[in-house]
């Protein structure tokens, strides 16, 4: 997810020097520069078996002499991102031999809330929460009343007292990039549609803004003829643009939150033989839109958004409980807010990251 000018990128993204193998300066499109291993341990305490520094030692009121229960709630595995999502925190506590690590998983927000409930009567040290949406804000606020922090991982609870921490992508600069590289591509001239995530939360609502203020110097120009959300969903995806094709008959370029959902947005667009009349990005970096985007044509890139941030999310829960900070910062406390830097892929550099596919 490159493609920011350098004053935007400084504005977005100055909680990223928090967690320095989170992410890297970013470069020009043509000169890509390699990103680290979603994978942080090193950042963040160490992973199992590793010798902690005595800046590393358990500080006042860590968990000793047992094991730290860290407890991970997620919407189901039904989609390619939120499955990964899931896969990545258990593959983090599985590198720890002082975590036991407990996963749920809702098909929706009532369950979630439900499951919140019963993990809070469990007493874990930690709660890492993957929201469906800021509904489930109030149990996440039981939570920490009854003193579990909670780890607030991508979509934002609407309480910032229902959280300790906050990691999360860089929705904002995945749209203003994705809406750079349309003003740029576009000329400041054609008719865009946007396909966005699930109404009403951050993710969503960031992503559009992003977009809408990068494309705002185009002064009408790039004009949005279509803007309807399709919940992540492929098959809400292909239906959505089907409607929208037979609306528009012009449409430049179509802009998707969401790698998944774009497989439905291709099909209807090729189904309906206008493949050659239009492009589209996405965002995330699943391996089928890489392997669109390395091939050419209707797929032009994706932004970034790591799956990774679970696993982060999880090394942040035990050095919660070990009452430990971050190893490269002085002060020995975790930050409030961890952004995660947006990284454009593209024909041109997609080899470089297609190890960070899920």
Not at 85 to 111: C, G, M, P
Request: aromatic residues 6%; hydrophobic residues 40%; proline residues 5%.
């Amino acid at each position: 997810m490159k493609h920011r000018r350098g004053a935007v990128v400084g504005g977005l993204l100055l909680s990223l020097a928090l967690v320095a193998s989170a992410c890297k300066k970013e470069g020009e499109r043509k000169q890509p520069e390699p990103t680290p291993s979603p994978q942080t341990p090193t950042a963040t305490g160490g992973g199992a078996g590793q010798t902690e520094t005595p800046e590393q030692a358990a500080g006042p009121g860590a968990i000793t002499g047992r094991k730290i229960k860290i407890a991970f709630s997620a919407p189901s595995a039904d989609h390619g991102w939120t499955g990964a999502i899931s896969v990545k925190a258990k593959e983090q506590a599985a590198r720890y031999d002082d975590v036991e690590f407990s996963l749920s998983q809702a098909a929706n927000a009532a369950d979630q809330v439900n499951q919140i409930n019963s993990i809070i009567a469990q007493k874990p040290d930690v709660l890492v929460v993957l929201p469906h949406d800021d509904t489930v804000t109030p149990a996440a606020l039981a939570a920490m009343k009854a003193g579990i922090p909670v780890i607030n991982v991508d979509r934002e609870f609407s309480d910032p007292g229902a959280q300790r921490t906050v990691i999360k992508g860089d929705n904002y600069g995945a749209g203003f990039q994705a809406g750079q590289y349309f003003a740029r591509e576009l000329k400041c001239k054609g008719n865009v549609v946007e396909i966005q995530g699930i109404a009403g939360i951050s993710v969503t609502t960031q992503r559009t803004k992003g977009f809408a203020d990068a494309i705002k110097p185009c002064s009408g120009g790039i004009k949005i003829v279509a803007r309807q959300p399709a919940d992540f969903a492929p098959d809400k995806g292909l239906a959505v643009m089907q409607n929208i094709l037979q609306a528009q008959q012009k449409i430049d370029a179509v802009f998707t939150h969401d790698d998944d959902m774009a497989q439905g947005v291709v099909q209807a667009i090729k189904n309906a033989n206008r493949d050659k009349d239009m492009w589209l990005t996405g965002v995330g970096g699943s391996k089928a839109a890489m392997d669109m985007i390395k091939q050419g044509g209707l797929y032009r890139g994706t932004f970034l958004y790591n799956p990774s941030m679970a696993a982060d999310g999880v090394a942040l829960a035990r050095l919660l409980a070990k009452a430990q900070g971050l190893s490269d910062l002085t002060a020995p406390i975790i930050p409030n807010l961890i952004v995660l830097q947006a990284q454009g892929v593209f024909q041109d550099n997609v080899d470089h990251f297609m190890r960070l596919a899920f």
